[in-house]
């Protein structure tokens, strides 16, 4: 786990390309109870042709789920989210998308998430000042408390993915999330499939091809 950084990534580079390469850059965030570690293992599985390069950033916060017991982390409070712990990840990770771009060349930025993390994901991929070749949310949805104008960033394509029997959240915040941003001029690209709060293969295989359309 790196450390000098806003936040603490992991970094993994499936071609072993040199970090001094410019690359694909694919951010992708983890969910609520979780860690970078937790999604560490789908780069392989999503390294599209030419390579890239993926960086896993892990949550600001200690996640606990009673008072005293706690386990991974996560990136805001409550469900629907707080919207001060939003506030307070979002700035983080802003800063930290700016950092990893200074960091590493990058020829193309992917911001991706699940879960919790596919909330961020679109969050921050929809407010960062820095060039957004795609946005993908899986098992996730929109923060629609305080959207900014989306109309300088409709032209970003966006995947969302969801399990239409997810019973941690609910099919319904990836419908919303695609009619709000679609009703922006977004051109959103949307897959259900039959399952819960996972990821599946058949989605993995979709990813990859999107990542790979935006390289």
Do not use: C
Not at 89 to 112: H, K, N, Q
């Amino acid at each position: 786990m790196l450390t000098d950084l806003s936040l603490r990534y992991l970094l993994s580079v499936p071609g072993g390309r040199s970090d001094s390469d410019s690359m694909p850059l694919v951010v992708l965030i983890h969910g609520r109870g979780a860690d970078a570690n937790d999604l560490a293992d789908l780069a392989p599985l999503l390294d599209p042709p030419g390579g890239a390069r993926f960086v896993f950033p892990n949550a600001p916060k200690p996640f606990e789920a009673y008072p005293g017991m706690s386990f991974g982390w996560t990136w805001f409070d409550g469900w629907p989210p707080n919207r001060e712990s939003v506030s307070a990840s979002r700035e983080i990770l802003l800063r930290f998308l700016d950092e990893i771009g200074e960091r590493y060349p990058t020829s193309a930025l992917i911001v991706a998430g699940f879960s919790q993390g596919a909330m961020m994901a679109l969050d921050a991929g929809l407010r960062t000042a820095r060039p957004v070749a795609g946005i993908v949310a899986m098992s996730g949805g929109l923060y629609e408390e305080d959207l900014p104008d989306l109309a300088p960033k409709s032209s970003i394509p966006v995947l969302i993915s969801h399990g239409s029997l997810d019973d941690v959240v609910p099919v319904n915040y990836a419908r919303r999330a695609r009619a709000a941003l679609e009703g922006q001029g977004f051109d959103v690209q949307y897959h259900e499939y039959p399952m819960g709060h996972q990821v599946a293969m058949e989605e993995i295989e979709v990813v990859k091809a999107f990542i790979a359309s935006r390289m």
